[in-house]
């Protein structure tokens, strides 16, 4: 295969200009032909270049709003002729068409449009046409064509051209290639993603997701696994736009948990001060207070073994007394929307703790889509956004919660929703005093929960467990009544569940004769 090509003639057609005129000033001065379109010509002639019009070249005028353009055979057989190839060489010779070396194109921005929020009109004029054509078009005949669809590339372009007296590899143009097809293809995924939105269409026949690198990871979950992070340019507040202050690069665990963390505290957005601290993608402490340093305390001390190592989440900015808290034990990663300098100063004493900022929460309340891989395909769903009013439970036992119980039990539901199924959260004044987590039955996860309550009152040297006079939340009905009676067997005075069982009348009962208050929410939250 063809090794070195020489760049003679390049087209350029770009929407985001960053970097242009350095890259076309350094083409130039090796003596290339510079061929533009639109915009992009005229920035680089009013910079004093000499610039060929693509009009030129098609000998047709842009039509149509710039519809059309660079749709035309002296472009596309420009850059797919095969250079090695006799009866391409004598087609281009009979037709006029001279060869180009280098395209460099970036597209419409469609996916910035969208979120903006812009109309649909507008976002159908972003549809970039005639640039996914010659990306694709110069790709295919990476032999003989250089292609850049990205700015971060001009520069290893231009080390390129330094290195091989104005010729580039094989070894780059493929690499080039790559990141042109992955760039068209996340933008038709973007286009069709909108579009089907657009159109109410929650399952189109085929489904296609894209990202853009945000960084390569050391590993996965475990040292022998590769790993890479990628954002989806939704720009929904969370890890994807955190700022990093400092600490170690963050793994994929930390990226997962953080995630995790991050998502749960934003159920809380509206309320109080509130702290998440998360293990192994499950919550092993949540709570509110007056303060973020008491809500911090009151999550550490559901369970403080858990809590070594974990990630934290806050819902307000992270201030100074605070830091000083979280700084008493080794934490992997804190998130929060915001940190005062006095916080960061006494982080910064702590090298291997991550600090990572954001303008905002997450929207708890946006569905979004979620996806997750099985073998030979993956399912796709909508983000589990489900949100309970107190109107919308329903009292099902003889006595109904009181208010302070029924504010536990909301809280205690929020939390429900991201704890592993199966899962059990016991709350007491705002704050989880036990969590059961992942496991095959109900019944085991009620019982560890109350076991670690039970074992952090020691810890902590008080008489009763942490669950004595707690709520219970269950993330899907009881299906039988033996969970609910060791629920009442630790301390619990009230129960949330989604109700729905063959046995709730069961389940009823058994609450009626253990003096509980029972609610049902007619929703789940099943969490694999």
Not at 111 to 140: L, Y
Not at 400 to 422: C, G, I, Q, R, Y
């Amino acid at each position: 295969m063809t090794n070195l090509v020489p760049i003679g003639r390049a087209l350029i057609s770009v929407s985001d200009k960053t970097g242009l005129l350095d890259l076309a000033r350094a083409l130039a001065a090796r003596g290339v032909e510079l061929i533009s379109t639109g915009g992009t010509s005229g920035m680089l002639r009013t910079a004093g270049l000499a610039v060929r019009d693509v009009s030129d070249v098609t000998g047709f005028p842009e039509m149509m709003d710039g519809r059309v353009k660079t749709l035309h055979p002296n472009v596309h057989g420009a850059l797919l002729a095969l250079r090695d190839d006799d009866e391409h060489l004598l087609a281009m010779a009979a037709h006029g068409i001279e060869p180009i070396d280098l395209l460099i194109v970036n597209l419409y921005p469609f996916e910035e449009t969208v979120a903006k929020g812009a109309d649909h009109a507008t976002c159908i004029e972003n549809i970039d046409i005639g640039g996914p054509a010659m990306i694709r078009a110069a790709s295919k005949n990476h032999r003989f064509v250089t292609v850049l669809t990205d700015p971060a590339d001009y520069q290893p372009l231009l080390d390129q051209l330094a290195a091989h007296d104005g010729a580039t590899t094989l070894a780059f143009r493929q690499k080039m290639a790559l990141t042109a097809y992955s760039r068209t293809a996340a933008y038709d995924a973007a286009v069709s993603g909108w579009l089907a939105g657009e159109i109410g269409e929650t399952a189109p026949r085929y489904r296609s997701f894209a990202g853009k690198i945000a960084q390569t990871l050391r590993y996965g979950e475990n040292p022998h696994q590769s790993a890479a992070f990628y954002t989806d340019g939704s720009r929904r507040e969370g890890v994807a736009t955190a700022k990093q202050w400092q600490g170690k690069e963050l793994s994929y665990n930390n990226i997962n948990d953080t995630d995790a963390a991050f998502e749960l505290v934003a159920e809380f957005a509206g309320d109080q001060p509130a702290c998440a601290i998360i293990k192994h993608a499950n919550p092993c402490g949540v709570a509110t207070g007056a303060t973020l340093a008491e809500a911090y305390a009151r999550a550490y001390d559901c369970d403080r073994t858990s809590a070594f190592g974990g990630i934290v989440a806050l819902n307000r900015p992270l201030d100074a007394a605070t830091a000083e808290r979280i700084t008493e034990i080794f934490t992997e990663v804190v998130i929060a929307p915001g940190a005062s300098d006095e916080a960061r100063a006494i982080f910064a004493a702590k090298k291997n703790l991550r600090l990572l900022t954001t303008a905002g929460l997450p929207d708890a309340k946006s569905k979004g889509t979620a996806f997750k891989q099985v073998a030979g395909g993956f399912l796709v769903q909508d983000r589990d956004a489900g949100a309970l009013r107190p109107s919308d439970l329903k009292v099902v036992t003889k006595r109904a919660p009181t208010d302070a119980e029924m504010a536990d039990l909301l809280f205690a539901w929020k939390v429900a929703k991201h704890v592993k199924s199966n899962a059990i959260i016991y709350v007491k004044d705002g704050a989880t005093v036990g969590v059961g987590a992942g496991q095959m039955s109900r019944i085991d996860s009620t019982r560890i929960a109350a076991r670690k309550s039970q074992d952090m009152a020691e810890a902590l040297g008080l008489p009763a467990p942490l669950t004595k006079g707690s709520v219970v939340a269950s993330d899907a009905f009881f299906p039988f009544a033996d969970g609910l009676i060791a629920a009442a067997e630790a301390g619990a005075t009230a129960i949330i569940q989604p109700g729905g069982s063959m046995r709730d009348d069961e389940v009823i009962a058994a609450a009626d004769a253990a003096g509980l208050a029972m609610v049902f929410t007619g929703m789940r939250h099943f969490r694999h």
